[in-house]
């Protein structure tokens, strides 16, 4: 379990509890008719199974696993979710790759509970590197097998048979005979225990084209249901009484005037107070209707976060949070010349266009509950423990849903809909208003990263970087330096605070880069060379390089009204390299264009992947220059969109992008890393342009200085 | 109230409070669910539909305003199987992301592209700065617009 020692996933992910799967065999084909079911074991499970003297568990020890119906359609389980990312139809290209079926004859079943295998959850670019991977081994695997069954049925060998377009040919005799015709009148399983030969990126026919998105035309004509769209039959709608601060107790409610409405149920359970009615509008008026009486303790404000990040360093330290090479107190020494910095990132929300909405029915003890979520088993872990029951009771729903970037982990909405579903003894929905999502939802770690640094000739003599709070995704430098301290320092968080789109790889890369180009400043030096000077990195080197000239670097002249700024790194095992262009106008900055450089290994889809990285690129620029919650006393000061300015049509720059494919290499996630060189490039052209250097994002909070700092 | 509701081209009878909101009519009485709720005061666009012809903020509406009306919603825009030229953009385009912004955003294109078919990126962007597309992709969006306005308006009769 990689993904579990990840500190970063241990910090954010509370609940990672494996479960196992125990839909038998039989319930398979229940659901999706006869034909053949493949499965693959990982190779933890498939080591426990080959020492299992042949007595085989098929229902408990799968990892993922495919269908292939009479009628030669192809059903893929995976426990990811869909989120704008575009993995439905980049998973569903690496099947119709291995498997040798139109895109078109597959269907994705994905993020539910009952029908689709463990999975710890949609997150930290993982999909690709291990899904795609496990999904090409299950699809080569149904291949070898369908080829193995054409060979009995002709009495030929397998060598001399070929898979293409959803059949098995034999070149020789001529002989065809479709997937379904293989498959029909069957109830086949075939377990898959070892590594089946894959198809090399640089032969893929499929994989690494710009397969259109699967389910576009559902976006386009409003057809395609998000949770919030959903009903069922006899449906309540539900609404929660909130607190007027976090950590608020419920002193006193009285929910007589709401009970008399018709059709009303209050609920109040410990601090949750909430209602449900039979339609939108008596849920609101109901909600209003309740006098609820909170108790909240004195909590700290936006004005003090960056003190009060510093002095509360929680005790408890991983190991794993400080990295240190060599000697940076000798190196001190020598260091020809030295800097100490200090960056701040404030605490920003993840706006989601939909946000958080759940669908909750109750059928005796067993409970369905749709909702918008990242992690579908981890919200059927938070309702077991909220209603005390058994997991085996809970079916958790996750259809495509209105995006999350890492801010629909948990399942909130899902529990509130539930427990007001529990009373009111009928299925309720309830859908957080943009103000809830503003407010209770969580929030990207706001912190502060210190970093002190020396060089000598143009190169790195030491490293200190010290991260309080804001987390170590990204943290460790790609530059050559022998003597080297960085270490994450976690605080106890003002705010309720967990994953975002490239996690902390946001805020490590922006006072790195920034730092960096300081140091370039310092040395006369041009930032790409000083870069290169100290980067050995191939990969990373050819992403700058590729950017630069994309962007037309060498030629680039500053001025008081424009500048330009470059930033890159290694972040999820993808490299970027972004180069910014700003123009400065009577104090108005506005980034005019972008180049960005990637290498996120053998590319999947070349039209979804441009996609991801434009939009990286923009919703990167809103924490870089103007995202941030304001906070007082345990209460959020902006908790709308007129008061937290996201980027618009008009924020949005001229976006060039070079895809760096690397068909030699394996296939990364792409959605977070993208992200990552926008703040410190735009920083860094702002002072190019002004000679202002801003430290702490977002960088325009208080619009531009109007001198050096 | 009773009120009648003309939309997609379909006449409902209702009986409702007069202050209601359009966009929760749409939604939770008609099964329209096409106009999404993103932030309940006017500012991302999602909840956009035509009255008239006119992109108008259905979460800031009052069914009453609507009553007698001409409302186009996502779903009225195909005729049949035919997707209105500006759909037909944003799929070949691939124009979204997690899509949930794209209803609104195809009707504040259709309405632009209705007054001024031929616009520069200037008047795109002016036009749809009102609209949020949180996963970032304005540049495709803008991509669609121009791609749709190439289209010859003689093809689909948008009827809106």
Known sequence: MKAASDPELQQHQRILRLHRFDLGRRDFFKVLGGGLVVCVASGRLAAQESGDGGRRQVSETLDSWLHIGETGQVTVFTGKVEVGQNIRTSLAQQVSEELRVPVSTITMVMGDTDLTPYDMGTFGSRSTPQMGTQLRKVAASARAVLTQMAAERWHTDEANLLAAEGTIRDPKSRRVISYADLTRGQKLTKVVFNDPPETSADKWKVAGTSTPKKNAQDFVTGAHKYVSDLSVPGMLFGKVVRPNAFHANLASCDGSQAEKMPGVTVVRDGDFVGVAAEDRGTAERAAAAVRAQWNAPAQPSESELFDYLKTHEQKEKDPDDEIIKGSVEEARVWAAKTLQQTYTVAYIAHVPLEPRAAVAEWKGSKLTVWTGTQRPFGVRSELAQAFHISEDDIRVIMPDTGSAYGGKHTGEAAVEAARLAKTAGKPVKLTWTREEEFTWAYFRPAGVIEVRSGVKDGTLAFWEFDNYNSGPSGMSTPYEVANQRVAFHPSDAPLRQGSYRSLAAAANHFARESHMDELAHELKMDPLEFRMKNLKDERLRAVFQAAADKFGWAKAKNSPSQGFGIAGGIEKGGRVATVAEVSISRGEVKVVRVAEAFDCGAVVNPQGLRNQIAGAVVQGLGGALFEAIHFENGRILNPHLAEYRVPRFSDAPQIDVVLVDRKDQPSMGAGETPLVGIAPAVANAIFNASGIRLRSMPLLARGLPSKAT | ?160
Not at chain 2, 4 to 13: A, C, F, M, P, R
Request: charged content about 20%; aromatic content about 4%; proline content about 3%.
């Open chain 2, 1 to 160: 109230m009773a009120l009648t509701l003309l939309v997609n081209g379909k006449e409902h009878n209702l009986e409702v409070s007069p202050e209601e909101i359009l966009l929760y009519v749409l939604r939770d009485r008609l099964d329209l669910t096409g106009a999404k709720y993103g932030c309940g005061e006017g500012q991302c666009g999602a909840c956009t539909v035509l009255i008239d012809g006119s992109a108008v903020r259905s979460c800031r509406t009052q069914v009453s305003a609507a009553a007698g009306k001409k409302i186009t919603t996502i779903e009225g825009l195909a005729r049949g199987d035919t997707l209105h030229p500006v759909q037909k953009a944003f799929v070949q385009a691939e124009a979204l992301q997690c899509g949930y912004c794209t209803p609104g955003m195809i009707l504040s294109a259709v309405a632009l592209l209705d007054h001024t078919p031929k616009p520069t990126g200037k008047q795109i962007v002016r036009y749809m700065d009102g609209n949020i597309c949180r996963c970032g992709t304005y540049e495709r969006i803008i991509e669609a617009v121009r791609f749709a306005a190439t289209f010859s308006r003689s093809k689909h009769e948008s009827g809106v």
